[in-house]
């Protein structure tokens, strides 16, 4: 069958409208003649009456694989598993892959988790239950228990034989895993290595060792970025014996890096962007509590400014120049914290850390002086005074170096203390980042508050 795909939002709700006048029959015929992406999201679109009666017309096999490319949230998919009877909701998760059941059944309340449990063949319900087990956001929580595996001491024609059994089971067939007696791993080949082989020729003398895969236990970014760097389309995971015990494919990855790059960017705005809703009093309810933080962390440099009034007494004109020097250097320390962070995600070693640190000090020399020379001319031309503009020049000099380097210190120090760096950087730097450059305005102005008193 060739899958069609829709164009416009009269051809939705063309479909929706079979479904509302019960055409079960023309439904179906329209309905699974879309892609299976379309089809979930047509199907995210629908009510709890569009859905009970979805659940009647399609087959438990058809709304697993609905449930597997559904870019929902898990809680919410967990929840439709309880409109459906227990018997159907059973079997749509048998006939889903293992990984993507998993996802949302970790969401599932404890006593239909049971219920379902009992309804699963066996070996399903086993498997599931393993899973469920595995720590979030690690290997095994992402893997999924459908690969293919093979012995050594076969040939490539009953191997081939092998894959055409368990093809449709299978997350991914081009990938197939030797193993020994003992379900070790000890080699892989591809699908391109079989077909190119003759059909007699022993695996063993074929397969491709040793074999690049990663601990059940092992980090979910840290998988993300071995699969990233050896371009692979899917990684075995092992257990500590390292019996090969499932495979994580790369459309598994590819959620992951969304994942974590929705999480980085919520860390440093503040708030959850995947939880955003339409009503305001939710939304001040989550942001507010990072709101107040930043608020209070603001107040150290309204106690700066307060301990220097008399300055600011003196010589009006320095208050003129204060956010020009503290956007300035805001802006260097978020840049500068936007490098350290990639650096940190790409697991640079020590080494490549302190290079980046003296990379950023240095750029901020170079960019500190350029826009410290270009305002030292443009306050001095503009007010007549270039000792004032000079004040201002140096004072930016010297926050956008400091800027920089707070900006890649403070995610490392984070990181060491096994701190999400983007959870509380963005704060802190811009923070550390007023205060730093009103510090030093404030001394260089009082160092030559003799020039432009009365101004």
């Not at 006048?21 to 329209?30: I, N, P, S, V």
């Not at 239909?112 to 063949?121: E, G, S, T, W």
């Not at 020994?180 to 080949?189: A, F, P, R, S």
Request: charged letters at 20%.
């Amino acid at each position: 069958m060739v899958e069609k795909q829709i164009e416009s939002e009269e051809e939705i709700n063309a479909i929706l409208n079979l479904l509302n006048q019960q055409k079960a029959h023309d439904f179906r015929e329209q309905y699974l003649d879309l892609h299976v992406y379309e089809q979930a999201q047509i199907f995210a679109e629908m009510d709890y009456i569009q859905r009970s009666r979805l659940y009647r017309y399609l087959t438990p096999e058809e709304v697993g694989e609905i449930f597997n490319v559904s870019e929902e949230e898990p809680v919410v998919l967990a929840n439709y598993f309880e409109e459906m009877t227990p018997r159907y909701a059973a079997q749509v998760i048998n006939s889903m892959y293992t990984d993507n059941a998993v996802d949302i059944l970790a969401y599932a309340k404890k006593k239909n988790l049971v219920k379902y449990m009992k309804l699963l063949p066996e070996e399903s319900a086993t498997e599931i239950r393993e899973m469920l087990h595995y720590e979030d956001k690690t290997a095994g929580a992402i893997m999924s228990t459908e690969y293919v595996d093979i012995v050594g001491n076969q040939t490539v024609r009953s191997a081939m034989h092998v894959i055409k059994s368990e093809a449709l089971e299978a997350e991914t067939i081009y990938y197939v895993y030797v193993i020994d007696d003992e379900e070790k791993l000890i080699g892989v080949l591809t699908l391109r290595d079989l077909l190119t082989n003759d059909d007699d020729t022993m695996i063993s003398d074929i397969m491709n060792t040793p074999v690049m895969s990663v601990e059940v236990s092992e980090d979910q970014e840290e998988v993300a970025q071995t699969i990233r760097d050896y371009n692979f389309l899917a990684i075995p995971v092992t257990d500590y014996d390292d019996k090969l015990i499932g495979i994580i494919n790369v459309d598994d990855i590819i959620d992951v890096i969304d994942e974590e790059s929705s999480e980085d960017y919520s860390g440093l705005a503040g708030v959850d962007t995947e939880q955003v809703t339409i009503n305001p009093f939710e939304n001040a309810k989550k942001r507010l509590p990072s709101l107040t933080v930043m608020l209070l962390l603001g107040l150290l440099t309204v106690l700066l400014v307060s301990h220097f009034e008399y300055l600011l007494n003196q010589a009006t004109i320095l208050a003129v120049f204060i956010s020009t020097i503290t956007g300035a250097s805001g802006n260097a320390g978020t840049q500068s914290l936007a490098v350290a962070i990639k650096r940190i995600a790409n697991n640079d070693d020590d080494e490549s850390r302190l290079k980046i640190m003296v990379n950023e000090i240095l750029t901020g020399i170079l960019i500190g002086g350029v826009t410290g020379i270009i305002i030292w001319i443009l306050v001095g031309a503009w007010k007549a005074n270039f000792v004032l503009g000079f004040v201002v020049g140096i004072a930016m000099f010297f926050a956008i170096i400091i800027a920089n380097l707070v900006g890649c210190l403070i995610p490392m120090i984070m990181e060491k203390f096994n701190v999400d760096p983007s959870v509380a950087s963005g704060a802190l730097i811009s923070t550390l980042s007023d205060v730093t450059s009103l510090l030093i305005y404030f001394l260089f102005a009082q160092m030559f508050l003799q020039f432009f008193i009365g101004q």
